[in-house]
């Protein structure tokens, strides 16, 4: 991993799966930053395949059911992102296992408890499957909405385990990062109920805003004029495919609906302390989250330009990688690139480059705590030749 020249792709032949916002927003994504990667897009529609092509965001297309496809797959394709609903996985999963395919396979779905399920099923290799998601969308969908720069100050989570072999990790990592994306690490088993709580969740309650603003513009005319500035921002979400978000709701439900019921006894704190004239617990409320939101970062980059090299020897061991990267991530370290320094055939040095974030001291504690043996070393920006 570490020995891959700086101006090489990080993967050469790309299989993406359903060409919609999100499988055409990352091709188009890599094929700005990485020109010399093949790129096949696979979709049902032949109206979306020749837009890939005339884009040049593809240098093949292919619908599912045709051999190019198959053909691409086996003949040194090393990654496969499926780009589909959920519920369309399944099939193309097991065409993968049927073709033999032996690459990296991931996805963009917005739950994984049951496409890893499906995975573990089917998949031959099932350790080489890597759940993804990007924290990205548009209220437009499709093709149509699709842009390079939508992944750029993102949160994508990669949910690694500890079947997967060491180097898939960072290879993701760098890919991803290479897009301008910030990788969250999470287990697969934690990220629905995590997801649930910051996307799920919210995209329902901005759902039900435009529903009471909607109530009541029949009786005030004037309401929907005046529903700009801070509740257009915050109802912008609500625009996104109902037929989509219905499948995510069902596919996550019964994390959404333990975020939902949550809400409920949230906003009747707020409605208990209007109707008992209770004015501190109402400004306790308030002040609770003005707190929280105030603490958010504005942004990803670094305030400083200073960095932090954490070197940890390892052994070459199934799930080391996980490992440490979950830790750093539950702590709120930002992971600005990764590399694996193999020493001998059993033992390496994982490198971590953090960015200013986070509680490096809890990270230090954890990783001991775990048995590794951890080295910090400053270093700046321009010393790096990655970020």
Known sequence: MADRNDNEPCFSRIA????????????AAVRQRWPQTELLAVDVDDATLQSALSH????????????EFKRYVQEGCDLVMIATPVGAAEGYLKSLAAWGYGGIVTDVG?????????AADVLPHPENYVPGHPMAGSEKSGIAGARPDLFKGAHWILCPDAAMPAEHFPRLH?????????VVALPREDHDAAVAVVSHVPHFVASSLVQLAHRHADEQQ????????????TTRIAAGSPELWCGIAFDNKEALLAGLV??????????????HDDKAALTGLLADAAEVRR???AAWVPSTERLLEVRIPMEDRPGVVAEVTTVASSVGCNIQSIEIDHVTEDSAVLSLILTDEGDVGKLSVHLINAGFSVSFNPLTAKEHAHV
Do not use: H
């Not at 004037?222 to 921002?233: E, N, Q, T, V």
């Open 295 to 297: 603490a958010l970062p």
């Open 56 to 67: 040049g965001w593809a240098t093949a297309v292919a619908r599912p059911e045709s051999p």
């Open 222 to 233: 004037a309401l929907m004029r005046l529903a700009a500035g801070g509740f257009k921002d």
């Open 262 to 275: 949550e809400m409920q006894q949230i906003i009747g704190q707020f409605a208990d302390a209007l109707n």
């Open 110 to 118: 917005s739950t994984k408890a049951r496409i890893s399920a499906i």
């Open 174 to 182: 760098e890919l991803v990062t290479s897009l301008g994306a910030r």
């Open 16 to 27: 993406v799966i359903g060409f919609g916002l999100i499988g055409a927003s990352f091709a």
